[in-house]
């Protein structure tokens, strides 16, 4: 019946509140200071709340709240000293165990407490700007355990040391460690840090400089960036374990750059196991691991970058130089186009697709594809290569791939016009010579280019399509019209090609034969009865001949060119003929002539012709006889023209001479165009301008400008200033 | 909770009450029902055997506050004084309860009068300020009467007895008021107070070349990154607005007034968060002309500015109050017939542009009248004149409202803030206030 008793005690205070009796307060506290102890000593199963939640409320509705406060801050003081006490008795590991209990047991004590006190921590806490309740057992709890001399620095000791077990593999409570860790975050940040956070980010420098100290001296690249990896795996574990997240990029950081920061110039150098070797050895793995390791700290990734560049730029270099590979153009583009696809293979899965890592790519190519002047030509030899023959294995959409890689390459090349220059040729000779695989691949190239570098890049191409469509139409018409009065002559086939769109070769025309000539002038007579103020020249020199012809009894047909047939015609009606006889007769240009009878009498399995003497050379004075002795397997014999695919060193000369002659008009435009909008400008600039407007076809050469606009100059379409002799002036 | 079953049992001096568990629960933990049920408490059934609680308070209170948790809405029968239930709610620790179930968010077209409030201060009121958390603050000549929400009196503020230009809210639980200087004496100034205690914690000083000078303090605003503004008049033509850091209380900066301009006399400050400018508008009848000027105090420039120097004087066009508004970018004013007039803030030299809204007030001026105010909260723009306050609203700015308490006269000031509206009348010392029912608990 204590309860009674006590309500009774309460009445009767509560009946006096008019004149407070002296020792209300005192009783008052002695009941609520008797409940903390209870509460402290795990008691609190006798106490009312409701009692006791009223009589700190009349304590602080009677002005006593500066005792109720100051007697909680002293009892609570002398119970924590205890507790302090208490838990520095705890032995060896006894001691975080012990630290971790008492502190659960303050904590719901505190809760308790401040339930009994929550009307002084609604009113009176706030009016007079005093420490809240929970807030203050906090404190209390900070001030006398955890900064009491005996306990702190054997709780950062004890920390330190089960991280350090930890690391070096053993197994720890880490409940409790999560929950010291979490004790001191809840004393506020900053007891976190100084307590255990600070500390351990010191001693994680020490050991991990001297760890990887040990690790460069005795791994290889790889297995140090595993162990380095495993490393940082393991520490971010450990923070969201037991520690607090914030500490994450502080510990990370100390490993970043004890492990990888401090040793990353050694890690890319070294030796047969370093970057180089990663990526000639395609470790995709490996590399995937530097990189996300690398891009942990700064400059990381600018390292692997420069020794990739200048990786790829020496091999490069070697590869486009090698006098071995220039003698195959095919294989030479081929082995460009493996090489960035390997590197871009490793870029893709390992450098995960990063931009910087694919322009330096790029820009290494473009640095060593035009350290070959010849690359524009092998890059079109081998597009030539792959639409004759490409379709044969390829499907379609490898050919479409394949022509993106390839322009890719094309992107590379600084003398872009040259390329153009090459594959016009290479498409002329396709589209005439019939020997294209594929329409869709070469208008879908065509198409390529033309994103790529404009309309003005492709028309000219693309007349040559049209030409090839309309002469197809006009031979149709052709046939309707005359074809009946030609049936017996030889049938014709024309290829009407508009001058300018094409490769212009110098028409070396050559006596045709009379039968041909018939049957030619009556087509021009047709074409030009349609087509009025046209003019047409025989490009006898492109074109191709099938020939009918008895070797004894065997009856065979003889695939050749326009030169050939001449030169066979004139076997019509003698067996025996001198050089200088055919020359007269067929008037074809001598080197083209000795050309043409080499592939029909030197090559072995199609002499149709019989050479005295036998010798590999023409000579002037030899003679040839009709070898009727000529046997083969096949019916229809084809007989090529030893033609040397890749061109020849005066040829070559040639068609440089042409380009750098087309590039004088454009180069002209360009200066026009820009000084019609500056009007004045002076020389440096109109270097710099020219330079830029045509870069996307070629690079201009600054000598070859001055001369353009000398030339200008003296065609008065600029002028030089009066005054200052380096500006030029537009003159409309 | 650790209660077993769902009902539970209260003795309230002696009358019992039961309910659930539930309706208890709605108290939240940091109530004393929350702490009584909470699991460290382990309840022991008293001597009878039954799980009874005795709670030693006013009963019929009680039932107030049950039925308050119950659902949601507070129904005060007239018998019980609201001060009484207020003691016992926070006794509870539901004081927040009834705070928020008495009146919801501010709505200017929902407005009812709860309360007026009649002051014992001699003379004029001279501003009403609304407080954060729904208290007021009300100067009269050089008093300033501080009230809580519950419209409880606290001690009242003096700064040495002058008299109180303006008063502003620094937080819920202090107050800045400025006041004229004392003649020879160097006091005056402006002092920062505790609202609920009204002690001195704080003195604002003028510097002018490393000395401190004796001066008014006149209007007074805070911008947002806690600074305080006041326009300042000094003894020896310092004229201007003052800058305060309000965290260390140091003067930080001040902007002298430019010749044939005027700040130090200023009537109105207010600080635009968008723009990082501070509006500073003297009005007729402080000055014969009106001034309205943006400065910036970065670059220590006057980046925009008004006024009717030069223009005909007719009292029809006699701006009395000018307030900005961010959102549209232009500054509203007010004549003494409350026409409302507007200022494009983007345009350099701008003329009032005047709404024709009909002058119902004109012809019909009561004998004491009071010159117009305006406030402007959450896209509602409110203007009092006589013993009416118009709300108007939408782009154009359509009366939707008018409030009037016809007792005590005309309105002299009016101050929105803590979802509440006060009005402070010029004829009897009284304050209304006005407040928004909060909706019902089921919709």
């Known amino acids: ?732 | 909770m650790g209660i077993q079953k769902d009902s539970v049992r209260f003795n309230v001096s002696g009358r019992i009450f039961e309910t659930t568990a539930t309706t208890i629960a709605n108290a939240g933990r940091n109530s004393l029902f929350g702490a009584m049920f909470d699991d460290n408490w382990d309840l022991q059934p008293n001597a009878t055997g039954t799980t009874e609680h005795f709670i030693d308070r006013n009963s019929d209170c009680f039932a107030v506050l049950l039925d308050l948790l119950r659902i949601g809405e507070l129904h005060v029968p007239p018998n019980i004084p609201e001060k009484l239930l207020y003691r016992e709610a926070l006794f509870y620790g539901l004081l927040d309860h009834v705070r928020s179930a008495k009146w919801g968010p501010f709505d200017g077209n929902k407005l009812h009068l709860s309360q007026s409030i009649t002051g014992r201060a001699p003379g004029d009121g001279t501003a009403i300020r609304a407080g954060p958390d729904g208290g007021c603050c009300v100067a009269h000549g050089s008093m300033v009467h501080v009230y809580d929400w519950m419209l409880e009196e606290h001690p009242p503020i003096t700064l040495d007895y002058q008299r109180v230009n303006d008063v502003i809210w620094a937080d819920s639980k202090s107050i800045v008021i400025s006041a004229c200087e004392r003649l020879g004496r160097g006091e005056g100034g402006m002092g920062l107070f505790s609202a609920s205690t009204g002690e001195l914690r704080y003195k604002f000083h003028v510097t002018h070349e490393n000395q401190v000078k004796s001066y008014t303090a006149g209007a007074l605003s805070f911008s947002s990154d806690y600074k305080l503004f006041s326009s300042c008049k000094g003894r020896s033509n310092e004229y201007g607005i003052g800058v305060w850091d309000q965290v260390t209380g140091k003067q930080i900066d001040f902007f002298y007034e430019p010749p044939g301009w005027s700040l130090g006399d200023a009537d109105r400050l207010q600080w635009l968060h968008g723009t990082n400018c501070l509006l500073v508008a003297t009005l007729f009848p402080r000055k014969d002309n009106c001034y309205v000027s943006l400065l910036d105090f970065r670059d220590k420039s006057m980046v925009w500015s008004w006024s009717d120097i030069g223009a005909p004087i007719t009292d029809e066009r006699r701006v009395r109050d000018a307030i900005a508004m961010e959102d549209t970018n232009s500054i509203c004013v007010v004549n003494e017939y409350e026409d409302l007039g507007f200022m494009d803030l983007r345009f350099a030299a701008g003329s009032v542009r005047w709404s024709s809204r009909s002058r119902l007030m004109k012809g019909k001026m009561p004998d004491e009248p009071c010159y117009p105010k305006l406030a402007l909260h959450e896209g509602q723009l409110f203007s009092s004149m006589n013993d009416s306050i118009s709300v108007f609203c939408g782009p154009d700015w359509v009366l939707t409202s008018r409030l009037r308490n016809s007792y005590g006269g005309s309105i002299c000031d009016f101050s929105i803030g803590g979802d509440r509206l006060f009005s402070l009348h010029s004829e009897e010392n009284v304050f209304d206030i006005w407040e928004t029912q909060p909706p019902p608990p089921i919709m």
């Open chain 1, 1 to 732: 019946m204590s309860g009674a008793k006590k309500r009774n005690f309460q009445i009767e205070a509560f009946k006096h509140r008019v004149v407070v009796d002296p020792k209300y307060a005192e009783k008052t506290w002695k009941i609520l200071e008797h409940a903390i102890h209870e509460i402290y000593n795990h008691n609190a199963s006798g106490l009312s709340f409701e009692e006791l939640y009223r009589n700190a409320y009349n304590m602080v509705l009677h002005k006593f709240g500066e005792k109720l406060y100051s007697g909680l801050v002293s009892t609570m003081t002398s119970h924590l000293e205890e507790i302090a006490k208490s838990i520095e008795a705890a032995q060896g590991s006894m001691f975080l165990e012990e630290l971790n209990q008492k502190w659960t047991e303050h904590n719901k004590a505190l809760q308790m407490i401040r339930d009994i006190l929550m009307y002084m921590d609604r009113t009176f806490i706030p009016s007079t700007h005093k420490t809240p309740v929970h807030e203050l057992g906090l404190n209390l709890w900070r001030d006398n355990i955890i900064h009491y001399n005996k306990i702190q620095t054997r709780l950062k000791d004890t920390l330190l040391e089960l991280v350090q077990h930890e690391r070096t593999g053993d197994v720890i409570n880490r409940g409790l460690m999560r929950n010291t860790t979490k004790m001191l975050m809840d004393l506020g940040p900053k007891v976190y840090e100084e307590n255990f956070e600070k500390p351990f980010l010191e001693v994680s420098v020490d050991f991990y400089r001297v760890e990887s100290q040990q690790y460069i001296e005795h791994c290889d690249c790889a297995d140090y960036l595993k162990k380095a990896e495993k490393r940082l795996n393991e520490e971010i574990e450990r923070v969201s374990h037991y520690l607090d997240v914030k500490s994450e990029a502080k510990i990370t950081s100390v490993v970043e750059k004890e492990m990888i920061e401090c040793h990353m110039q050694r890690l890319v150098h070294m030796e047969n196991s370093g970057l180089i070797s990663m990526i000639v050895d395609e470790k995709f793995v490996d590399l995937g691991r530097m990189y996300s390791l690398f891009l942990r700290v700064p400059n990381g990734l600018t390292i692997i970058k420069d020794v990739m560049t200048s990786h790829i730029r020496e091999t490069g270099k070697d590869l486009v130089t090698d006098p071995e590979r220039l003698k195959d153009p095919v294989n030479f583009v081929q082995e460009l186009l493996d090489k960035r696809d390997r590197l871009d293979k490793i870029i893709h899965l390992a450098f995960n697709n990063d931009k910087t890592f694919q322009n330096a790519l790029n820009s290494s190519f473009e640095y060593f594809i035009n350290l070959n002047p010849r690359s524009p030509e092998f890059i079109s030899l081998f597009v030539d290569d792959k639409l004759r023959n490409g379709l044969k294995k390829d499907k379609e959409e490898d050919i479409e791939t394949l022509l993106d890689k390839v322009m890719m390459l094309f992107r590379y090349l600084q003398e872009k016009d040259v390329f153009e220059k090459y594959y016009k040729q290479h498409l002329a000779k396709r589209l005439l010579s019939q020997k294209t695989a594929s329409d869709d691949a070469e208008r879908s190239l065509i198409v390529k280019l033309k994103t790529e570098c404009g309309y003005q890049f492709t028309s000219k191409l693309e007349g040559m399509f049209t030409d090839i469509k309309t002469s197809h139409d006009t031979m149709q018409g052709f046939n309707a019209a005359v074809g009946a009065e030609i049936a017996d002559g030889p049938a014709l086939s024309v290829q009407v090609l508009t001058t300018g769109s094409w490769p212009t070769q110098s028409s070396s025309t050559c006596n045709l034969p009379p039968e041909i000539l018939g049957v030619c002038d009556k087509f021009r007579a047709f074409y030009l009865g349609t087509h009025t103020g046209r003019r047409l020249t025989w490009q006898t020199n492109m074109g191709t001949a099938v020939l009918s012809a008895k070797f004894g009894n065997a009856q065979k047909e003889l695939s050749v060119s326009t030169y050939q047939m001449c030169i066979l015609m004139l076997f019509n009606n003698v067996n025996c003929l001198s050089y200088k006889e055919i020359e007269q007769a067929t008037e074809i240009p001598s080197s083209d002539l000795k050309r043409c009878l080499q592939s029909l009498a030197c090559v072995k399995g199609k002499n149709v012709l019989r050479k005295e003497p036998m010798s590999k050379d023409i000579a002037d004075d030899d003679a040839f006889f009709f070898n009727d002795k000529f046997t083969t397997k096949l019916y229809r014999v084809k007989i090529g023209t030893v033609v040397a695919q890749k061109e020849s060193e005066p040829e070559k000369q040639e068609t440089r001479q042409r380009v750098e002659e087309d590039r004088k008009p454009q180069i002209e435009a360009a200066i026009v165009r820009i000084m019609k909008s500056r009007r004045v400008l002076d020389h440096n600039n109109i270097v710099a301008e020219v330079t830029k407007q045509l870069q996307s076809r070629f690079l201009p050469n600054p000598v070859v400008i001055k001369k353009r606009i000398e030339s200008l100059i003296e065609r008065e379409f600029l002028e030089r200033d009066k005054t200052d002799r380096k500006l030029y002036r537009y003159l409309a």
